[in-house]
C-alpha cells in the first residue's frame, strides 16, 4: 500500500514500509517501550527487536492506508512495572505527531498490542 499527495509539482507516494521503519523507530524511544515484537504464527513465540537493527522494526507493525489515512497496529514489548495505559497515551500521542509531521498525512487509528514484559535493568 501506499499514500499519495498531489502537488502543485507532481504526485508524491509514500510506501507502507517506510512508514512502518519510521514508525518503528519513534516507538521504541517512547517511554515504557522496551522494543518492538516479532510474533511466529508457527511457533506462538514472540522475538524481541531491539533499536539497533532498524530495518527489524518494520516486523513489529502493520500500516494500512485508505484514502490517505494511515492505521497503525503496533506489537510490543513493555517493561514491568509500567502502566499499560500510559505506555499506550504516550506512544498514540508520539507516534500520531511524529508520522503526521513525516507523511503530510492523517494518522486515524493506532492499535498497540502487548507480547510481553521485560524487566529493565
Known amino acids: 500500500m501506499e499514500g499519495r499527495m498531489n502537488t502543485e509539482f507532481g ?14 523507530s519513534v516507538a521504541v524511544e517512547c517511554f515504557g517501550i522496551v522494543g518492538m515484537a516479532a ?3 508457527k511457533d ?3 522475538k524481541l527487536l531491539r533499536r539497533e537493527n532498524t530495518d527489524d522494526l518494520k516486523h513489529g507493525i502493520s500500516v494500512k492506508i485508505e484514502d490517505n489515512s494511515i ?3 503496533f506489537h510490543v514489548i513493555v517493561a514491568y512495572g509500567v502502566n499499560i495505559l500510559t505506555i499506550y497515551d504516550n506512544l ?7 508520522v503526521e509531521q ?7 487509528g493506532i492499535h498497540m498490542y502487548v507480547e510481553g ?5
Open 117 to 121: 514484559v521485560r524487566v529493565i535493568d
Open 44 to 46: 506462538g513465540l514472540v
Open 102 to 108: 513525516f507523511t503530510g498525512m492523517t494518522v486515524s
Open 39 to 41: 510474533v511466529s504464527m
Open 71 to 73: 492505521y497503525l497496529s
Open 11 to 24: 504526485e508524491i507516494t509514500v510506501d507502507s514500509d517506510v512508514i512502518s521503519i519510521y514508525a518503528g
Open 92 to 98: 498514540a500521542d508520539t507516534v500520531k505527531y511524529k
